[in-house]
C-alpha cells in the first residue's frame, strides 16, 4: 500500500471520510492547522493501528555497518520495525483504510507532507489488508519486543536513521 505518482497517502481506521479539513495536532505543539499525509517512503510507517506505539530504523547514508548488524541485524534487510507484544493482536484485526490524495497540494514538513487546505480523497478508502504482508512484501522486519525503550535507546544513539511513533503509548 504506497501511494502513485502524483499521490500522498493518509491512514485511517475510519472508512467514511469525505474531506480532509486541517487541524492542530494535539501531540505535535505547533499551532498551524495541517491534513497530514505520507509519500511512498513513509508510508510503511503507518502500517499499524494509528495508537501502536513503533519504533522504526533503516540504513541511511552515514549508517555505519556496525550499528546495521547490531540494530538490524547481519542479513536482516535495511529496515526494521519493532513494536510490542501487546500490540499482535491489534496488528492482526484492525481494519486500516489508505486514502488517495492529490500530492500537488501538498508540501513536505518534516517526515510527511501537510496541506493547509481542505483536501478531497482521489477515491474512496481503501482497504489497506494484512498488515504482516505488507512488511514482508516490502522486505522490512517486523520486531517483537517485550518493550520497546530499550531497542529505542540503541537506535536514536546510532548512525541509523530513525523514526518513533506513539512511542508515549509504550511500555514505560
Not at 30 to 43: E, I, L, S
Not at 121 to 133: I, K, N, Q, S, T
Not at 140 to 165: K, M, N, P, Y
Request: net charge negative; charged share 25%.
Amino acid at each position: 500500500m504506497r501511494p502513485a505518482a502524483g499521490e500522498v497517502l493518509h491512514f485511517s481506521e475510519d472508512p467514511t471520510i469525505t474531506t480532509f479539513r486541517p487541524y492542530v495536532a494535539r501531540t505535535n505543539g505547533q499551532v498551524t492547522p495541517y491534513v497530514w499525509a505520507v509519500g511512498h517512503d513513509r508510508a510503511p510507517d503507518y502500517w499499524f493501528p494509528r495508537q501502536c506505539p513503533r519504533a522504526m530504523a533503516w540504513v541511511g547514508p552515514a549508517t555505519t555497518p556496525e550499528d546495521r548488524d547490531r540494530i538490524i541485524g547481519a542479513g536482516s534487510g535495511t529496515r526494521v520495525h519493532a513494536v510490542e507484544y501487546g500490540w499482535l493482536d491489534a496488528i492482526r484485526s484492525v481494519e486500516l483504510y489508505a486514502y488517495r490524495l492529490p500530492a500537488d497540494e501538498f508540501v513536505e514538513r518534516d517526515a510527511a507532507v501537510v496541506a493547509t487546505t481542505e483536501v478531497q480523497p482521489l477515491g474512496p478508502a481503501e482497504r489497506v489488508g494484512d498488515l504482516f504482508a505488507l512488511h514482508e512484501e516490502a522486505g522490512i522486519q517486523l520486531r517483537v519486543l517485550r518493550r520497546l525503550h530499550d531497542f529505542w535507546a540503541e537506535t536514536v544513539a546510532s548512525t541509523l536513521e530513525w523514526s518513533g511513533i506513539r512511542m508515549r503509548n509504550a511500555k514505560p
